[in-house]
């Protein structure tokens, strides 16, 4: 992976990482915005395996939906097959707006919250092991 590449890749991680900050502000106290809690989540795991994609040297399409972006992570690491997104593409940009989205739970939302942050780890520890690869 060249220097570009690389800071690209970084750039990604740092919009991960404005994300993570807005979900656990979101969620510090009593959680009351589960659908924004929840979008950023699903942020979360898409900018994360954008970057993964990136640094893979794939060409990204522009989409939301997580279960094609895993589709591709498993292509050069089929460890991504066994990720369960349960639901959380269904809070991306194309369903924001009311009456187009379901709107959770407390419980919900922190299930989202975990799995958002497991899929970040997961993917970012694949995409230290290419940095050190160069």
């Known amino acids: 992976m060249n220097q570009a590449i690389e800071e690209y890749v970084k750039d990604w ?3 991960v990482s404005e994300d993570i900050i807005v979900v656990e ?8 915005a589960t ?7 699903q942020q979360v795991a898409e900018k994360v395996l954008k970057a993964y994609l990136i640094a893979n040297g794939k060409e ?12 591709e992570c498993a292509d050069f690491d089929p ?12 809070f991306g940009v194309e369903i924001c707006y009311p ?16 799995l958002a942050f497991e899929v970040k ?7 230290n ?5 160069k």
């Open 35 to 41: 659908s924004a809690v929840c979008f950023h989540c």
């Open 60 to 71: 990204i399409r522009k989409t939301h939906n997580l279960e094609f972006l895993i589709s």
């Open 99 to 114: 009456g187009d989205l379901y709107i959770p739970n407390k419980e919900e939302t922190l299930e989202y919250k975990k």
């Open 79 to 90: 460890e991504f097959d066994n990720i369960e997104l349960k639901n959380l593409s269904d």
């Open 129 to 133: 092991r290419l940095f050190k690869q």
């Open 121 to 127: 780890i997961f993917t970012e520890i694949r995409i």
């Open 25 to 32: 502000k979101l969620t510090k106290d009593e959680v009351v």
């Open 13 to 15: 991680l740092k919009k």
